[in-house]
């Protein structure tokens, strides 16, 4: 009886904070993809009508961009929260402020009815998701990767990384439901203010699941004991800049083609097929729906190969992937583009994402843990997520032709191959 009890526990209670980890990520990311989904479809239309429609794309852009530079921010006060005063306290905090400023962009009158003061408000409620997000992810994956038994961190960090995938094939797929269902005309007159509004009921159920676990035992033991950080951000960069200027660079390439593909990718299909072409939705709503089996199963590789291995076939081949969906879409075939779609997300991009949330986490010491992870994942986002569909919209606006951008995508690869290379192997370190 006395033997039974304590292997019983241990064994539950990853998987409890994993599945906690995965829902609330999801609810997340549903919220901020939302806003990625409608930039890419209504935002230019309704909070930039007076301009033209390819300076209405850069500005709506521009907005999504700011969410991005947020992000290092949010990170840095996470960061010093998490690392003080525990990882759930930061992560209920965050889950709360995605979802008041996700509802309220579901409230907010256009352009049409209140003038500027409409995109304004949007760029502070897109900065607001900014912040949150940016507190989001190393909190979930740092939870679940401490939690997680010896050399199957990859597998239970990734199911942090499944709310990336999960989130946005909720987003996207509401949206392409309500699109389908009601119209253009009506969606964008009305309807797309739907799946923001229902953000209000996720963000309760998030709450209801974030309350019940706790912080991992070695981080309340530190706790306890008086010896977390004073001021663990400034301790990060003083004991592990290394390691923060690596999971920067490490972060560039994944986000990069992940925002290129999803995000930028439904306006240049709607550009080259036509406005009321849904393959690009459909193509994310394949990808996402594939990618709840691919991320984890790149984990569990990354787990027993190492995490270098799959990274670097992901971070080579993400470059390739990206050309063929440019071309796919110049076929105009939907099929070939939700193929180029897969590719692009499932083989290269998730060779990445799966193994992410462990390597990152695995790099830092407990003591810095949440603030390096959140400032290696925020900065790289911000560098390379929240500027790359505004430099891709300009760069094809400007020449007419997707080239540069591919060119341009190929030397950030250049930067995460490096970092991979550079990177300690910590897979098989079980002292982490």
Do not use: C
């Not at 300076?55 to 290092?72: I, K, N, Q, S, V």
């Amino acid at each position: 009886m006395s033997t039974s009890t304590p292997t019983a526990a241990p064994a539950r209670t990853p998987r409890r904070v994993a599945l906690a980890s995965a829902i609330g990520t999801t609810i997340e990311w549903y919220d901020f993809y939302l806003y990625a989904t409608a930039t890419a479809l209504v935002f230019n239309q309704l909070f930039f009508p007076s301009i033209s429609p390819t300076a209405g794309t850069l500005a709506a852009f521009a907005t999504y961009a700011a969410g991005f530079g947020a992000r290092p921010i949010g990170a840095v006060i996470a960061g010093h929260l998490g690392d003080r005063l525990g990882r759930r306290t930061v992560l209920v905090g965050a889950l709360v402020l995605m979802g008041t400023a996700t509802t309220l962009i579901g409230l907010l009158p256009s352009f049409a009815t209140i003038g500027v003061a409409a995109p304004v408000l949007l760029v502070v409620l897109r900065i607001l998701q900014g912040l949150a997000v940016g507190g989001e992810w190393a909190g979930a994956a740092i939870l679940a990767v401490e939690h997680a038994p010896p050399r199957r961190r990859g597998f239970f960090g990734s199911f942090t990384q499944l709310g990336s995938p999960a989130g946005m094939l909720l987003a996207t797929g509401l949206f392409f439901l309500v699109r389908t269902a009601v119209g253009d005309e009506a969606f964008v007159d009305f309807w797309w203010r739907l799946p923001f509004l229902a953000s209000a009921v996720l963000v309760i159920v998030g709450l209801v699941i974030r309350l019940r676990i706790s912080d991992a035992p070695e981080f309340t033991a530190l706790r306890e004991q008086g010896k977390v950080s004073r001021l663990p951000v400034v301790e990060v960069f003083r004991a592990a800049p290394r390691e923060v200027l690596l999971t920067t660079g490490l972060r560039l390439s994944q986000i990069a083609l992940f925002v290129l593909i999803t995000t930028y990718g439904l306006t240049y299909i709607a550009s080259e097929i036509g406005r009321s072409s849904s393959a690009g939705l459909i193509a994310v709503v394949i990808s996402s729906a594939l990618g709840l089996a691919t991320t984890p199963l790149w984990a569990i590789l990354s787990d027993r190969i190492g995490r270098r291995i799959p990274y670097l076939l992901g971070a080579v081949g993400g470059t390739v992937t990206l050309l063929l969906f440019f071309l796919a879409v110049g076929t105009g075939s939907t099929w070939l583009v939700v193929l180029a779609v897969v590719l692009a997300i499932n083989v290269t991009h998730d060779a990445m994402y799966g193994p992410q949330a462990a390597w990152f986490a695995e790099l830092f010491d407990v003591r810095v843990r949440y603030s390096g992870a959140s400032l290696g994942y925020g900065i790289g986002s911000v560098i390379a997520g929240g500027f790359a569909p505004l430099v891709a919209a300009a760069v094809v606006g400007a020449t007419g032709s997707f080239w540069l951008v591919v060119v341009i995508f190929a030397g950030v690869s250049v930067l995460t191959i490096l970092s991979a290379v550079f990177a300690r192997e910590t897979a098989f370190d079980d002292s982490v």
